[in-house]
Each structure stands twice: as structure tokens, then as C-alpha cells.
């Protein structure tokens, strides 16, 4: 696109060729968990990661999180998490029948010796 600019020494205006960029831009702000509580937003976008100078509590992910009328996560669970946490619930049922099993074990040797 051309345009013509006047320039305070030049008696005649300068022509320029001008180059037009947009962007995509969606108005937002950000705020602290703190600043956030007692407030629900439509969207929000949370950043999980450890504060420079700071830590990250299970409360502060709790307020941020709570924050939003819905939810959506960007990114499925991964699969090899998923297979885990079902083996480790699987150890865990193991593991308490097994501990249920040797307390009865104990019971039957206890009165059986005793009588």
C-alpha cells in the first residue's frame, strides 16, 4: 500500500510504501491464585510451573484450577502413566490380601498353640 507522508523539510510529500501485518490477538490480563479467589472467569489458562522465588502448594493449584466454569485439558493423560498407575493399583489390592491373609495366618497359629 502507498501512502504519502509529509515531512517538516520537504515541500512536497514523500510517498512510502507500507507493509500491513495482523495478528490474531485476544484481549487478556493475568492475575495471581491469590488475586483470582472469589471469582469465576469463563476461560482460563493456568501455568502450573514453580514460581522463581517461590513454591507452588496443593492450594494454590486448587484455586487456580477452580477458577474456571469448565474444564479442558490440552493434552491427554499418557498411556504408559495410565498402565502404571493400573499396575500400581493392582500391587496395592496384592499387598492388602496379603496382609489380611497373614493376620488370619497369625490368628489360627496363636490358638493353636494355645489349646
Do not use: C
Not at 59 to 77: D, E, M, P, W
Request: proline share 3%; hydrophobic share 35%; net charge positive.
Amino acid at each position: 500500500m502507498q501512502i504519502q507522508v509529509k515531512q517538516s523539510r520537504a515541500r512536497k510529500p514523500v510517498r512510502r510504501t507500507v507493509r500491513r501485518k495482523q495478528f490474531p490477538i485476544t484481549g487478556a490480563y493475568a492475575f495471581t491464585d491469590y488475586r483470582s479467589q472469589g471469582q469465576t472467569i469463563p476461560y482460563v489458562i493456568v501455568d502450573l510451573q514453580t514460581p522463581r522465588g517461590g513454591r507452588l502448594t496443593l492450594f494454590n493449584l486448587y484455586v487456580a484450577l477452580s477458577r474456571s466454569r469448565g474444564q479442558i485439558f490440552k493434552q491427554t493423560h499418557d498411556m504408559d502413566l495410565l498402565r502404571e498407575d493400573d499396575r500400581l493399583e493392582h500391587l496395592n489390592r496384592v499387598t492388602k490380601e496379603w496382609w489380611e491373609e497373614l493376620g488370619r495366618w497369625r490368628i489360627y497359629e496363636a490358638t493353636r498353640h494355645a489349646g
